[in-house]
């Protein structure tokens, strides 16, 4: 049977905000344990929980974004259960009112298809704290720093049908929030975790089949990993003749393995009921509409302006776009280079390779737009071969100066000078005189690989440096005389 | 000294008839020697109060010190005082000490108002008998086997007995109003959002309303004075003018209109308390007002309702002692789950813990509609009965509750006919009104209250009303027996 899978997220994204969701603790990542919790945080009795406007203003930005109706009145309610790190034993969050309705992402897939991705609602709520069970002998350590942090869970409906529409999903989402610079996007601290429900069923059946959530996955790379291994053990279960229990999963991205966390029998009853301590928030229809103008671009329209100002092939463009700090170092190194097309082709090649193979970010890459506006121009006047321009892309990375000064220090300036490059030809043509009597002899078929030859002896005896356009048309002129 | 009221304390402080530390070592002392009898205090904070007494002495010695500066005052054990153990009556609490001032507290401490300590009450407020304290049951000073009513219960003892001029409390279904009536005192509730719950321990977050227990209501108007705020540190605060609730006590009655509620004199109120509120009625027809027959048709839904939403916001709201952070911890607990439920099972006691069972279950799936849903509506009904009353009338009177001071035990073990002891107070929290109690007579030689109730943000209203009686009658200057 051919079986087609349904998929569904969840997304956490955590607001960038500089003070928590409902007190004036900071959100800052990496401090010592607790040290940015305060009495709020810690549900000291008697504390009361303040909304902040921040989180509003980024939540109203992103249902903007999503092309959602905001909420006018949304409301915070209570979700009860008692665990360690969250300290009120109830989590506070929205459910019947959120703060940004029913909306749509539209994605781009291979071969240029795009499909539309439609959002069931986005809500506020509150990230709970974090349990250490590593580091203590028999026991759990509780920080929670991360306690209170504004979170918006973003609800899709089950409208992806594989792995790569889920992670294109997952990225154009990744790329409206940074651009919105609501979340800094950085998901190896947990900036945004996908949970994913998953469902197979017989390909044109119009009926659901029954889920899994797979919780938790902090990484394109695994969330993809996550999906091909859950989808194929449904098929695996439902083509045994088994059922699919519906359950929560979790996926180890270091073994590759999943396994059961709870069935749906001893899920929580979590006794949602409207926040006592907050009153329904009211945004009118002026709060809306200056939030609108001070948002910043969107990637699609970034992406329609890259072709439209830079000239920029639609592909390119959207390689430049999908995250902000792509898209704003291009800017930048255009800027100064004036080469749009050269200056896309390095970051999206050697740059992008470059960041991968050492695993850095781009906004904090040691290769700054200057630096490689610098590379770029070099590249433009010739004075550079691209592959020597290669050579002097890593000494930049490594810290070694700009383009000039490497240039200058390594001697790698190309030759184009015809007396230097005769010098070589001769050379060459002394050292194989047999192959220019071939060469000679040959019919104008058999000469354009004989070429070749040359070009690579004298490249060799160049070091490189040789101007390869300058050097064919010497080495033609000089073997057909 | 322990005679004077709190603006007759603000008279003598000036004259230098006393100074504010020897006016707290005089209530030191009494506690001392006579809080033993009545329970009434849970902490006495007698070194930190000598200091702020010395330190209030020296802002009146240099002027322009504040209205109530160096009047010593006791604080109900939900108020966060910071330094001073807040135990809310609890063994969960037993060692918690917060690093917060309540806004309230702090409101006073910059007033110059001396803390003499934390007062007794009900275990996290629950209980209208002051019975369900971990520190063991206040006792009534107007009759010692008889108790003072809850969960304000220590705040009245206290005031009552003269151990402390005036106190803080705090009234969720009644908590302020009925240990009032029953210990011949001057309560008042707030509006809700009138005084901030920053730091104030909650038992019902839309329910809670700080307010205060004196002897009249012209000492009820100075404090509240200083307690009103807006905070933006409590959302449910809201910002509204506050007057100066003393200078407009001594205006006429003349064409007040005061609507008496039928379904608050039905079978139950003690017939000699009703006759009491008659006698009052006449009074107050004397002073000028007129008398206006009103009907609260929903009345009777009160009861049932509070006690689906009060439990239900407990539930949630007592999550957060788990034996993790602060508080109780049961010994070597096995692992989570054991942690959890002995932490809990050994630290609550049985009311609240029987109210977070109920408001568990009203909140679960499947019966959230029909409890939860449902008493919501209810309580949009008694509001609008209020709001629709309050076209007719100025001001609302009745009976503050049933009947006298009952005997320890008498209603314990009927957690029920311990709920109707608020069947006359828990609708003006539903609505969020202000309300007061002041005696108005004697049973069975036990006080009786009066209740008024008034529009939102009426209280210098209610509070010019209630002084207006209290200068045409003396129940308020009678002293609980034995009091020298």
Known sequence: MEWETVIGLEVHV????????FSGASTAFGAAPNTQACAIDLAMPGTLPVPNAEAFRFATMFGLAINAEIGKRSVFE?????????????????????????????????????????????????????????????????????????????????????AEEAVAFAKK????????????????????????????????????????????????????????????????VLEDGGKIVQETRLYNGDTKKARSMRTKEDSNDYRYYPCPDLLPVILDDEYIERVRQQMPELPDAKRARFIEEYGLS???????????????????????????????????????????????????????????????????????????????????????GDADTIIEAKGLKQVSDTGALEQMIDDVFAKNAAQVEDYRAADDNKRGKMLGFFVGQVMKASKGQANPQALNELLIKKLNN | MHHFTVAELIQGLRRKDFSSVELTQHYLDRIARLDPIYNSYITVAAEQALAQAAEADQRLAAGNAPALCGVPIAHKDLFC???????????????FIAPYDATIVENYRQAGVVTLGKTNMDEFAMGSSNETSFYGPVKNPW???????????????????????????????????????LCGLTGIKPTYGRV????????????????????????????????????????????????????????????????????????????????????????????????????????????????????????????????????????????????????????????????????????????????????????????????????????????????PAFAFGAKAKDPVSMY????????????????????CGLVENKPVGLQLIGNYFAEAKLLNVAHQFQLATDFHKQVAPGIE
């Open chain 2, 420 to 439: 109707l002891e608020d069947i006359y107070t828990i609708g003006t929290n539903l609505a969020g009104l202000p309300g007061l109690s002041i005696p």
């Open chain 2, 143 to 181: 009759a010692t086997d008889c108790v003072p009513g809850g969960s304000s219960g220590g705040s009245a003892a206290a005031v009552a007995a003269h151990l402390a001029p005036a106190a803080t409390a705090s009234d969720t279904g009644g908590s302020i109003r009925q240990p009032a009536a």
């Open chain 2, 196 to 403: 901030s719950r920053w730091g104030m321990i909650a038992f019902a977050s839309s329910l809670d309303q700080a307010g205060t227990l004196t002897r009249t209501a012209e000492d009820a108007a100075i404090l509240l004075n200083d307690m009103a705020s807006y905070d933006a540190k409590d959302s449910t605060c809201i910002e509204h003018e506050i007057p100066d609730y003393t200078a407009t006590l001594q205006d006429s009655l003349q064409g007040l209109k005061i609507g008496i509620p039928q379904e608050y004199f039905a079978e139950g109120l003690h017939p000699e308390a009703a006759a009491h509120i008659e006698a009052a009625i006449k009074t107050y027809e004397s002073l000028g007002a007129s008398i206006h027959n009103i009907s609260l048709p929903h009345t009777h839904l009160g009861v049932p309702a509070y006690y689906v939403i009060a439990p239900a916001e407990c539930s949630a709201n007592l999550s957060r002692f788990d034996g993790v952070r602060y508080g109780y911890r049961c010994e070597n607990p096995r692992d989570l789950t054991d942690l959890y439920k002995r932490s809990r099972a050994e630290g609550f006691g049985e009311e609240v813990k029987r109210r977070i069972l109920i408001g568990t279950y009203a909140l679960s799936a499947g019966y959230y509609d029909a409890y939860y849903s449902k008493a919501q509506k209810v309580r949009r009904l008694i509001k609008q009965d209020f709001v629709d009353a309050f076209q007719q009338v100025d001001v609302i009177l009745g009976p503050t509750s049933p009947s």
């Open chain 1, 314 to 400: 639609e592909y390119d463009a959207g390689q430049l776009t999908t995250d902000k700090f792509t898209a704003a170092f291009f800017e930048a190194a255009v800027k100064i280079s004036g080469e749009p097309k050269l200056t896309a082709n390095w970051i999206m090649a050697d740059l992008g390779a470059y960041l991968n193979r050492t695993e850095q970010r781009i906004d904090r890459s040691p290769v700054t737009p200057e630096l490689l506006a610098g590379l770029v121009e070099r590249v433009k006047d010739g004075t550079l071969s691209s592959k020597i321009a290669k050579q002097v892309f890593e000494a930049i990375a490594n810290g070694e």
């Open chain 1, 173 to 236: 989402l990744h790329s409206i929030v940074t651009s919105l610079e609501i979340c800094d996007g950085d998901m190896s601290q947990g900036s945004m975790r996908f949970d994913v429900n998953i469902s197979v069923r017989p390909r044109g059946s119009e009926k659901l089949g029954t889920r899994t959530e797979t919780k938790n996955l902090n990484s394109f790379k695994f969330m993809e990993e996550a999906i091909a291994l859950e989808v194929e053990r449904q098929i695996d």
């Open chain 1, 14 to 21: 955590q607001l960038a905000t500089k003070t928590k969701i």
């Open chain 2, 81 to 95: 005082t910071s330094g001073i153990r807040t135990s809310c009556a609890s063994k969960m609490l037993d060692n």
């Open chain 1, 78 to 162: 209570r979700k009860n259960y008692f665990y360690p790190d969250l300290p009120k034993g109830y989590q506070t969050t929205q459910l019947a009112e959120p703060i940004v309705g029913a909306g749509y992402v539209d994605i781009e897939l291979d071969g240029g298809r795009t499909k539309r991705v439609r959002i069931h609602h986005a809500h506020l709520e509150e990230d709970a704290g974090k349990s250490l069970h590593e580091d203590f002998a028999g026991m759990s350590g509780i920080d929670l720093n991360r306690a209170g942090t504004p979170l918006i869970e973003v609800v899709t409906e089950p409208d992806m049908r594989s």
